[in-house]
């Protein structure tokens, strides 16, 4: 009760009645997690935080939301919208599922007792939403594939790169990770472009960073269905996931991202996603299933940047029309490489 939040006591975030013995009583109108409305509770002390939060893409979720849109789907529906709460919005939480307890996604569960932590835990935090492709890359989990040089050998948590403004906005409604993002390399390493060193004078702003410096494949997943089982319990199911490596073109060029090629994975939707909530999605090749991706692995030196031929003229790095499903050629036009860059030297 010694720290700043203890001090406002109980009442003043979970509500009840004080003053009185009976539990029952006592408990009357509490509120198990009262940043679920953090302009009424976090907002009166931490008022530009919470202000700036309401566009961050953490709560707004434009990321899936427009990205649903784009397959035609009515995000606005009673049925698409039971279907995003339960399947798509379990991972994003409040204020207190940050900085009190675990996400409910995890079942929540107290961080350290009551503390309100500052800075949200690496782990029980940004890595149980974002662990099963940044998380595990990140730490090097994947059997074969190293992790990233910012944690095998720095250390660096989370926000050492995604800064306040990342994590609680900064004000502005950005489309999805990608629009106007806020953290890129070049924010730490801003001389890369202007260093003399050939290959980055060569590549520049034609390549993502990652295509030279993701340290191997990440994981890929496809053909996720979801709905409830026969008890009614929320449930899906989903291919096997694989690991990958391909580069395709950049479908949307960017003053932030001007590269013509990218990394990608395959993502998990589908035309039937939705399909147990009788969601059509009435224009699912309208986006691509291969989307651009920035692994986290990080390596300085890696397979593909020991020698240009490892990329020049290998038909196994590229994202080429034999390596797309047939039905999923028109959707993933805008990424598919056309012609291999040659080899060197011939």
């Not at 409604?173 to 472009?193: F, G, I, Q």
């Amino acid at each position: 009760m010694e720290s700043t939040h203890g001090k406002l006591g109980c009442i003043a975030c979970h509500g009840g009645t004080g003053g009185v013995a009976e539990k029952e009583v006592a408990h009357k109108g509490m509120v198990q997690d009262p940043t679920q409305k953090p302009d009424q509770v976090c907002g009166t002390c931490h008022s530009d935080i919470v202000k700036k939060t309401a566009t961050s893409l953490h709560t707004t979720q434009n990321g899936y939301l427009n990205y649903l849109k784009a397959m035609g789907a009515d995000v606005n529906s009673p049925a698409t919208q039971e279907a995003f709460n339960n399947h798509c919005a379990t991972c994003h939480s409040t204020c207190g599922q940050c900085h009190i307890s675990r996400p409910k996604a995890t079942d929540s569960g107290l961080l350290a007792g009551h503390t309100i932590k500052k800075v949200a835990s690496l782990s029980d935090t940004c890595m149980v939403c974002h662990g099963a492709r940044v998380g595990d890359e990140y730490r090097g989990n994947y059997d074969g594939v190293d992790g990233d040089v910012h944690w095998v050998k720095l250390g660096m948590p989370c926000v050492t790169c995604h800064k306040d403004d990342s994590l609680h906005g900064d004000g502005q409604v950005r489309a999805n990770l990608y629009d106007k993002p806020e953290t890129t390399c070049l924010s730490c390493h801003k001389t890369v472009l202007t260093d003399g060193v050939q290959q980055h004078t060569l590549h520049g702003t034609k390549l993502a960073c990652q295509v030279c410096h993701a340290a191997g494949d990440y994981k890929n997943c496809s053909n996720c269905h979801v709905g409830k089982d026969d008890k009614g319990l929320i449930m899906r199911t989903l291919d096997p996931s694989w690991m990958d490596f391909k580069i395709g073109k950049n479908p949307t060029k960017t003053a932030d991202r001007p590269y013509d090629y990218v990394l990608v994975r395959h993502v998990p939707t589908n035309a039937d996603l939705f399909a147990y909530y009788k969601v059509t999605f009435t224009t699912p090749n309208a986006v691509s299933s291969w989307r651009p991706t920035t692994p986290h692995n990080i390596q300085r030196k890696t397979t593909q940047n020991a020698a240009c031929n490892n990329c020049h003229g290998n038909d196994k790095v590229f994202l080429t029309k034999d390596k797309v499903l047939p039905a999923e050629l028109d959707a993933n036009k805008s990424v598919i490489v056309d012609t291999v860059p040659p080899k060197m030297g011939q």
